[in-house]
């Protein structure tokens, strides 16, 4: 899932400005997990708003709804009654639920209240770890479903590269060196032979570099 924090509350106060009619808008899916853009923390970040302006003697009325997914247009349009008489919406969604926002309420300004960080998972309670750039081209079949990209630090494709430390990463001893548990993960599952076949070098063509991506579906195109 998306993994996002909220910012700080002075940023979001910034981004508020002279606005006086603010919604905020809450995503119930990937923040909603990661106890960033949920109901809770909406209601959280709009009470801290009102008291805020209220501190400051400004007159902003602040407003709160939570849809189901901000990055899918259906959702989206379900805000059409709540925002048409507003000067500002507050994304509490990750970056992608901001842009569609921002798409279906193209004459309305749209600020983000969290910082989108990574692709990853909850490893135990309030600690998310990344396991997945996008990179576009997956090799979690030769690598014992361990990520090479995402989590080693240099996204060595044919590691290691020399420097752990008991099972350390050189770059930083507090996390796990990616290549040394992809060892382990092969060993046990009695195919390190994988290791022996060379990855070519990457086609980041596949990745952000070949620019904003877009995956089509002919068979689910209408
Ligand atoms: S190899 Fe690429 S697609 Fe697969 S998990 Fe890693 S970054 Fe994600
Ligand atoms: S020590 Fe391991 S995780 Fe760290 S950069 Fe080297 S191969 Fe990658």
Redesign the pocket.
């Given at each position: 899932m998306i993994i996002a924090e909220q910012k700080e509350i002075s940023e979001i106060i910034n981004m508020v400005g002279d606005h006086r009619k603010i919604l905020v808008i809450g995503c119930d899916t990937c923040v909603t997990v990661c106890l960033s853009g949920g109901a809770k923390e909406v209601a959280i970040l709009a009470s801290a708003l009102r008291l805020a302006f209220r501190v400051q003697g400004k007159q902003v009325e602040v407003n709160e709804t939570t849809i189901e997914r901000q990055c899918e247009i259906e959702f989206v349009d379900s805000l059409e009654s709540m925002a048409k008489d507003k000067d500002l919406l507050i994304s509490m969604g990750c970056g992608i639920g901001v842009q569609t926002i921002a798409e279906r309420f193209f004459h309305l300004p749209v600020v983000p209240a969290l910082n989108t960080k990574f692709l990853g998972l909850p490893e135990k309670q309030g600690v998310w770890v990344e396991r997945c750039q996008a990179c576009g081209q997956c090799v979690l079949d030769k690598t014992g479903g361990i990520c090479?990209i995402s989590?080693?630090?240099?996204s060595?494709l044919n590691?290691?590269?020399?420097?752990?430390q008991n099972g350390?990463?050189?770059?930083n001893d507090e996390?796990?060196?990616?290549?040394?548990l992809i060892y382990e993960r092969l060993k046990a599952l009695n195919r390190l032979e994988c290791l022996e076949e060379i990855m070519p070098v990457k086609d980041w063509s596949t990745s952000r570099d070949g620019g904003p991506r877009k995956m089509i579906r002919e068979d689910m195109c209408l």
């Open positions: 090479p989590r080693c630090s240099k060595l590691g290691p590269c020399g420097g752990s350390k990463c050189e770059i996390i796990d060196c990616a290549w040394h």
